[in-house]
């Protein structure tokens, strides 16, 4: 094990160590001086026809056509194609498409192509370049075994995003947040595989990622570690993930392994699209990722993952023992590559050119890349500059994005600290859990209700007679597609158990919404499940609407919302065939007058602070948004047409009881910015929800709801009160009925069975 080094051959190996780090050193001198950059490079082939500032980067080592056709068809993008070899050859031309075979990446006189060997999957470094010599402000990469299943709908364009930012240290699971808590991507660092879940989030606006990494669903981008002890030996491994959890942002401070199969660069981030060519093809972009990852720390960027939008065509059939030996550092260097970046710091007076060199040198000299890479690095800015790309200032990232700290303020301060929606909140999310791969897979699920979930609702009402059939499993349905927001008046969250076990039946997604996440905690402890919670401000129930507005703001991707109170009894039975794209709310409707005084509306609200005065606030600021603000003139325009042809009235406005209402995805945006004006003039919820939705649609499109709606002493009589045709009833406390005999014998022997039977059958 041990070997002795002859004093000479020692005294050899320092010297030759300390030439080495003199050389560096002066490198590094002479480069933090000047980092001077040829003022010419010869590039040939620039075609002025083949301008675009959108780009798709592929590479391919066997040129197959339709792994390609997909790509060339999406509006507004160009592809290039990079030929790892000489033998891939394309047998048809393309529209849209530029193919660059070995010869052409050599003729195209980038200096970056002298470092990259053939067969090196880094010859993709060829394509940014060619990308961005010919216009690209924004470059998707992927790969010829990987099929783009949304024409990148779901990533993000626009320099700002409403969302989730998560709020912890370290690492981040990705997978997790998107519903596979058991797996882990290439690239994450083994030691931190078992580390304590954390699931809080901050809810904002934020900018954009500058990289946003898409999740590839079936056969995921794992190491071959964890795909090898997870499928059978020839089988194929397949991973389901939760295809509605919203987008995350990652904060500074916190690292997460992201890919080259799959991923969005935005302009900023142009600059980091560089693969090392002295790792290997397994490892090369893991690599840049995390090196990346650090210097986007020094500019305010970040890195985003998000929902799946592509699955793998076909898997790479690789020996365990190749493709371990091939993703060594992978295992066994990561975990020393983020202790060394976590504590890395670019100095003061360095631009941003300068942090990237230091940082690609320090790579070298702690042995994650050779000096070739550090080569690679400046000959790859050389290039850059010449393409006319303009490399970000530096700028450290802002003092909130502290995240653990500001959620812990957020979560401690009384909620009235924060009145406007828009403000910071916090979030407990977790996305819809699938089925774990694994070698026996004897827990098959069918359409979304699971025997592990059964068993809950089994559990919750021991005793009672829950009579379950195997035509449940298969005729069951699952509104995968609706978001069910609860609402809280009062924190009761002890409830949450019932509630997610009773609703969960029908929905894989469901947020509670309450205003003291200290009673959220608490309650959690001693649930079966995580649940997904917001924090927001509801002034005893007045503004509580401001929970389908941070619903909105996550960016789940679904038809529709259900926003209801926590004592709403759901007939979810009933509500499988109504159209999705319409609001559903109950028929009767009152059209009020904001001059109404309240002898003549006689509605209690009317005169409190909430009801006249605070409308009639809202309403002069909602006349004041077009000269303020030009762009959003037709929006209001239309909000006071369409109110006014559904009230008859240049003063009308509406008003319900509002305990349940569905909001379809295509209002999303108009409802959002209606109901956070109506939050910040504290507009009571029974006029706010109607009268945001009757200024976006005609009353005779909203699809009419029945309700059960209980007074007074009628409400001790809910069990006679029910209707099982009827969309819902209002209230039945679950938390405190289902300590009853009485209550708990209504659930467990009327309600469950309608659930888990009745979605079928037509009442
Ligand atoms: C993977 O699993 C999903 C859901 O269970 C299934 O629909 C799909 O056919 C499976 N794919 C393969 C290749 O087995
Ligand atoms: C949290 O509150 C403390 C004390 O008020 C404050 O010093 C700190 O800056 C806050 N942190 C964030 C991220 O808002
Ligand atoms: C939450 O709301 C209830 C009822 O309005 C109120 O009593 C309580 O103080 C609020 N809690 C917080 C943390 O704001
Ligand atoms: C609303 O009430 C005001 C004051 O009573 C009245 O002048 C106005 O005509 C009313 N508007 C309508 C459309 O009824
Ligand atoms: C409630 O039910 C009881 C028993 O069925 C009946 O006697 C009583 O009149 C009912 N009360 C109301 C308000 O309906």
Redesign the pocket.
């Known amino acids: 094990m041990f070997r002795f080094i002859k004093a000479s051959s020692l005294r050899k190996v320092i010297g030759t160590g300390l030439l080495i780090l003199i050389l560096i050193n002066l490198v590094l001198i002479y480069n933090s001086s000047k980092y001077k950059l040829p003022e010419v490079i010869k590039v040939t082939q620039r075609s002025p026809l083949l301008q675009n500032d959108k780009w798709i980067v592929v590479t391919t080592s066997s040129f197959r056509e339709e792994d390609f056709a997909a790509l060339t068809r999406i509006p507004g993008w160009k592809v290039v194609i990079v030929a790892l070899r000489r033998d891939a050859i394309p047998t048809i031309r393309l529209n849209n498409c530029v193919y660059l075979d070995i010869a052409q990446q050599n003729q195209l006189g980038y200096k970056t192509a002298d470092f990259i060997p053939e067969g090196s999957y880094a010859r993709k470094n060829i394509g940014y370049l060619y990308a961005m010599f010919h216009g690209a402000r924004v470059i998707y990469e992927t790969d010829d075994n990987v099929r783009l299943l949304d024409g990148l709908r779901r990533f993000e364009f626009k320099t700002r995003m409403r969302g989730l930012m998560y709020a912890g240290e370290n690492m981040f699971n990705p997978f997790r947040h998107f519903g596979q808590p058991t797996l882990w991507p290439r690239g994450y660092p083994l030691s931190a595989i078992g580390e304590e879940i954390n699931n809080k989030y901050i809810l904002h606006e934020f900018k954009t990622p500058l990289i946003q990494q898409g999740i590839i669903s079936n056969d995921p981008d794992v190491d071959a570690m964890l795909k090898f002890s997870r499928k059978m030996t020839n089988a194929h491994f397949n991973a389901t993930f939760d295809n509605r959890a919203p987008p995350v942002i990652l904060p500074a401070g916190v690292f997460s392994p992201f890919n080259s199969k799959d991923t969005l660069f935005l302009y900023n981030a142009l600059w980091g699209l560089m693969l090392p060519t002295t790792v290997t093809n397994s490892e090369t972009d893991i690599w840049r990722g995390y090196w990346i990852q650090r210097l986007l720390w020094e500019i305010d960027g970040n890195l985003g993952f998000f929902p799946p939008n592509a699955i793998h065509t076909d898997s790479e059939h690789s020996t365990l023992e190749k493709t371990v030996v091939d993703e060594k550092r992978v295992y066994f260097q990561t975990e020393d590559v983020i202790k060394f970046l976590k504590q890395w710091q670019c100095p003061e007076d360095f631009i941003f050119y300068d942090c990237i060199m230091r940082l690609s040198s320090e790579m070298v000299n702690h042995d994650f890349w050779d000096y070739s890479d550090y080569d690679l690095a400046k000959s790859w800015l050389n290039d850059l500059k010449a393409a006319g790309f303009v490399l970000p200032q530096r700028r450290s990232p802002k003092p909130t994005s502290d995240m653990p700290s500001l959620f812990q303020n957020i979560s401690n301060?009384?909620?009235?600290v924060s009145k406007d929606p828009r403000d910071p909140k916090a979030v407990y999310f977790w996305p819809s859990e699938q089925n774990p791969p694994s070698i026996y897979s004897s827990a098959r699920e069918s359409n979304g209700m699971s025997w592990n979930h059964v068993n809950k609702v089994v559990k919750m009402c021991s005793g009672a007679q829950v009579s379950i059939s195997h035509s449940m499993f298969n005729e069951h349905k699952q509104y995968d597609d609706i978001l069910l927001i609860i609402v809280f008046?009062?924190?009761h969250l002890k409830n949450i158990d019932n509630l997610q076990t009773l609703y969960s039946i029908h929905f894989s997604h469901i947020l509670f919404c309450?205003?003291?996440?200290?009673?959220f905690v608490a309650a959690s402890k001693t649930l079966q499940q995580r649940v997904s919670f917001v924090k927001t401000?509801?002034?005893?129930?007045i503004v509580i609407y401001n929970c389908l507005s941070h619903a909105i703001s996550m960016n789940y991707d679904v038809s529709g919302y259900i926003i209801m109170g926590d004592d709403v009894l759901l007939n979810t039975w009933n509500i499988a065939d109504l159209p999705r794209d319409k609001f559903w709310f109950q028929k009767s409707l009152q059209v009020f007058n904001r001059s109404d005084s309240y002898e003549r509306n006689r509605w209690i609200w009317w005169k409190r602070k909430s009801g006249k005065r605070a409308y009639n606030n809202l309403f002069k600021f909602l006349q004041t948004i077009p000269s303020l603000n030009p762009e959003k003139a037709p929006l209001i325009r239309d909000f006071n047409e369409m109110l006014k042809s559904n009230t008859q009235s240049d003063d009308g406005l509406l008003r319900a009881v509002s305990d349940f209402l569905y909001v379809p995805t295509r209002f999303q945006d108009r409802m959002l910015y209606f109901l956070e004006i109506f939050s910040m003039h504290g507009v009571m919820l029974e006029l706010a929800l109607p009268t945001v939705m009757g200024g976006l649609d005609h009353r005779k499109n909203i699809v009419p709801i029945r309700g059960v709606v209980l007074w007074y002493e009628h409400r001790l009589n809910y069990t006679t009160m029910f209707n099982p045709s009827s969309h819902f009833m209002h209230p039945l406390k679950l938390g405190r009925e289902m300590k009853k005999k009485k209550g708990w014998h209504f659930v467990c022997s009327r309600v469950i069975p309608l659930m888990l039977h009745g979605v079928t059958k037509k009442n």
């Not at 301060?413 to 009235?416: F, K, M, V």
């Not at 401000?537 to 129930?541: I, L, R």
């Open positions: 301060s009384n909620s009235d008046n009062f924190p309450a205003n003291d996440s200290r009673q401000y509801t002034v005893e129930g």
